[in-house]
């Protein structure tokens, strides 16, 4: 039990020595413009981000700006497992590029979690090319989803946490991430 709670108490920290912005989405939604929070201390109260809100993160070098794209559910495996594909679009707002690399993972109603750090997408998560200032890109994550009866939960809400990292060159970066976003998933947006 101390090792999660440690884990997340480092998480926190690492999360509040970045500096952290959000900005809206005027992706689509047909809901009044939602105020959102201007601190990385949001996050760290366990707020959501609404699912179709941005969120910028100040690196180093440069910044980043996060937003969930997409869903999708696969076809049913031999095995009874789907994969439940998550797009999240990076948008480099900065003047250098930048690569990265994500990990997905969901907690439904319930409290149950698919996926997260090391674990999602087969343990490599999702990764971008270097993307040049100014450009977006919409990288494919997933997690396992073993039954139908945890695919119905997750369609009627879900928290997904992505954790980022930023990979300087093509090698695989250790498994520190250094950014967090967290997203509420409204019942429905998982179809």
């Keep these: ?38 601190s990385a201390g949001f996050l760290m109260q366990g707020q959501a981000l609404p699912v179709y809100a941005n969120m910028t993160h100040i690196t180093p070098n440069t910044s980043f700006d996060v937003s969930v794209y997409e869903f999708e559910v696969g076809e049913v495996a031999e095995d009874g497992t789907q994969e439940l594909t ?7 707002m900065g003047t250098v590029p930048i690569q990265l690399v994500w990990f997905s993972q969901l907690t439904d109603l ?3 979690t698919y996926g997260g750090l090391g674990i999602s997408k087969g343990g490599v998560g999702a990764r971008t090319r ?5 450009e977006s890109e919409a990288a494919r994550d997933y997690v396992i989803i073993r039954s139908d009866r945890d695919l119905e939960t997750l369609k009627k809400g879900a928290i997904l946490d992505v954790y980022f990292i930023e990979r300087p060159t093509d090698e695989y970066p250790p498994l520190n991430p250094e950014y967090h976003t967290r997203w509420n ?5 998982i179809k």
Excluded at 86 to 92: F, G, K, L, T, V
Excluded at 130 to 134: H, K, N, S, T, V
């Design 1 to 38: 039990m101390k090792t999660p709670v440690i884990i997340l108490i480092m998480a926190c920290l690492v999360l509040a020595a970045g500096c952290t912005t959000q900005s809206s989405n005027p992706g689509p939604t047909t809901s009044p413009a939602v105020v959102l929070p201007t």
């Design 86 to 92: 998550i797009y999240i679009a990076a948008r480099n």
């Design 110 to 112: 319930n409290g149950k």
């Design 130 to 134: 270097f993307i040049q200032p100014g």
């Design 185 to 189: 998933i409204d019942a429905d947006i």
